[in-house]
């Protein structure tokens, strides 16, 4: 992470990295297979730490706007301290077909287990959720996260103030949505927007394969 910090993403090689660890080449490509998988290895670390970081919050709080801003300011005390590295691997998440791709294959653990801290969230709030729509929130709670990610990678404020604002502001209309689906007539839209989002994003449950590619799975 430092030579990655200090040196930038594309400029740090696997030779460099294994000289500062002081293994030889061939030892660090057995544990990992590039410095791709370096990176799995953070998003992982980042995850254990947002889950630890976010416990104060969910054990205090019932509200369901309360949890999920303090879910998501969390996660931005714990990447902190990676503003700038993000920055520059973000052209190479950005990439479909990378390893690095908050979608890829490589990185399902880690969106799991974000994944999974949206469902604790909902889980341990009042709000009354409609028992069809338990699973496809948390989801779409976390493709909301995406998008604060990706303005906090952009944000150049004083100590990414706007970007606390935005979490503050996306959970109270994430919480209103929650309890309007309560309303049966809504309830097919939002079944309608995760259908839309797991047949056309990569990594999601029912991604579709790209007919460009033929043969693909």
Known sequence: MRLFQERGYDKTTMRAIAQEAGVSVGNAYYYFAGKEHLIQGFYDRIAVEHQAAVREVLDRETDLEARLAGVLKRWLDVATPYHEFAVQFFKNAADPDSPLSPFSPESTHAREEAIS??????????????????????????????????????????GRERSYRLAERGARITARG????????????????????????????????????????
């Open 117 to 158: 801290v949206h469902r604790e969230v909902l889980a341990g709030s009042k709000a009354k959720v409609p028992e069809e729509l338990r699973e496809v929130l948390p989801e779409l709670m976390w493709l909301s996260q995406m998008g604060l990610v990706l303005y906090w990678i952009f944000d150049r404020t004083e």
């Open 178 to 217: 929650v309890s309007l689906a309560r309303f049966r007539l809504l309830r097919p839209l939002v079944r309608e927007v995760h259908e839309l989002f797991t047949d056309f994003l990569p990594g999601m449950t029912n991604a579709l394969p790209d007919p460009a590619r033929k043969g693909a799975p």
